[in-house]
């Protein structure tokens, strides 16, 4: 950590009248892009002399690799940042980005299960946090070796008017998928409701393939997810009757 940063920072938003988080911001990105001068970092290459004769550099102290690794973990946050912003702007429901050094806090708001099920999908949303906010759900993911939080609004609200609509309402990894209609994955390819397994985890089957080869829902949410629900075509084929224990949690199962 650059010794300087500190009191860049209190010169900055002092001078220029910024707020804190943008002062730091700006302190941050000065001394990322080597414009800040820091008094324990080392511009040159030292050498020392072999005791066979010529020269070599000095090796890196644990402190400076450690560094050098953390600076390398902040770039790939300031980066992954700007990519997101960028990609995931307009209609996403993305409210903010904010770099917290080598990780990412993300806020969106959430209006529709498809658009949360790709947002969980997008960050690589592993762990859902215990939830301490009525009204927004927290959860965590990797994206391109960068950890993500994700705080989304309105997620509770939509899952209930989601299952309140829906004939047969399933949940796997925080997001509800009613089985009664057509589910399209990444690739634009549908799939169809084709039973459960013993255990209770539904079977689904790909529209182009032979109706016998079925695949659960976990694998096909994994292998070409996220899946998005069409309703304008007719429901699936043959369903009559909703799963037992409706929006039972779906296991991760092969």
Do not use: F, K
Not at 25 to 53: C, F, K, M
Not at 68 to 94: N, Q, V, Y
């Amino acid at each position: 950590m650059n010794r300087n940063l500190p009191a860049a920072i209190t010169v900055i938003r002092e001078t220029a009248g910024l707020s804190d988080q943008d002062a730091l911001r700006l302190a941050h990105t000065l001394n990322r892009d080597g414009l800040l001068v820091d008094p324990e970092r080392s511009y040159g290459v030292i050498l020392h002399r072999r005791a066979t004769g010529g020269w070599s550099p000095t090796p890196r102290t644990e402190l400076e690799t450690q560094a050098l690794a953390w600076d390398a973990s902040c770039r790939r946050a300031a980066e992954l940042a700007a990519r997101i912003r960028t990609e995931c702007g307009e209609g996403r429901g993305l409210l903010r980005v904010q770099e917290q050094g080598d990780r990412l806090l993300v806020t969106v708001q959430v209006t529709a299960q498809e658009q949360w099920a790709a947002w969980r999908s997008y960050l690589g949303v592993t762990t859902d946090e215990p939830q301490a906010l009525e009204y927004a759900h927290v959860v965590s993911g990797h994206r391109d070796g960068v950890a993500v939080s994700l705080v989304a609004y309105d997620v509770n609200e939509v899952e209930a008017r989601t299952v309140a609509a829906a004939q047969m309402p399933y949940r796997h990894g925080g997001v509800v998928y009613d089985l009664a209609l057509p589910l399209r994955d990444s690739g634009g390819d549908i799939w169809d409701y084709a039973g459960c397994r013993t255990d209770g985890t539904p079977l689904l089957h790909h529209r182009d393939v032979d109706a016998g080869l079925r695949c659960s829902l976990p694998n096909v949410v994994d292998l070409v997810g996220p899946l998005t629900a069409v309703h304008d075509e007719q429901p699936v084929p043959g369903v009559r009757e909703p799963i037992t224990a409706a929006v039972a949690d779906g296991g991760e199962h092969a």
